[in-house]
């Protein structure tokens, strides 16, 4: 009566994100060989050469397969092991809960809604590419043009990525230019009027320049405080403001000087 062979001396499983083909491997000692089964003890793949073979199924789901040594003298067969081929799910892709849209070199800020053990990266493509910023909610850096970034989700316990990044786009608005302001010379006592002009759709607000102080807001025309005595005014700067995007030009400092009267 011949004897059985050893189990398998080896058995590697083998994990997939998503459904997928397996390299599952079997190596036996020398002189067997290794077969293959399914759980219903049905022969999937019947080994011919001595040692190790491989086995590729295509699998759905996370799927038990059984092996066992085969002896190529006598035909004996061990007991059956299993191996596993695991399927882990792929992450859903992201949900973008919002996006802030900014000025020209503004950073905007994209949030995702949260899902327990996924991670989020923004992508500068839909495929490949290395991840640019990592987190629920990521600040994207300064941009000058209008971008659109690629989200991916990662689950940080088996490593998978959605199957599709999800595209999210930043409006970048250009920046006004800056308002052309002009005064009128004036003697002691009194206030100093300053006139500027801006582009279509936006408005003029005015500033303190020493502490940035906002005295007036969306109008061309601003009075200064009257001066009694001769001499330079306080120093003020004018920006010009998109009405629609909220962006605002580069400053503009003015300081009259009120004259002595004759």
Known sequence: KSSLPSV???????????????????????????????????????GIVSGGNSYNP???????FY???RSLTTGCSSARVPVTATVNVLPDAP???????????????ISMQPVSNIAFSIFATATGGTAIRTGNSIN?????????????AKNVITGCVSSVRTPVTVVVSQLPAAPTVTWAPVCAPSPVIYVAVAG???VVDWYVADGNILVATATNTFTAATVTIPGNTTRYYAVARNVATGCVSAKVYVQARVNTPP
């Open 200 to 202: 279509s759709g936006e």
């Open 140 to 152: 994207t850096g300064n941009i000058s043009t209008t971008t659109t970034y690629y989200v991916e």
């Open 8 to 46: 398998p001396s080896s058995i590697t499983g083998y994990t997939l994100c998503g459904e997928g083909t397996a390299n599952l491997r079997a190596v036996a000692l020398t002189g067997n060989t290794i077969d293959w089964y399914d759980n219903n003890g049905v022969l999937l793949q019947t």
């Open 95 to 109: 949900v973008v809960s919002s996006v802030t849209n900014v000025c020209y070199r503004g950073t905007s800020t």
């Open 58 to 64: 295509y699998v759905t789901n996370t799927t038990i």
């Open 67 to 69: 092996v066992a040594s």
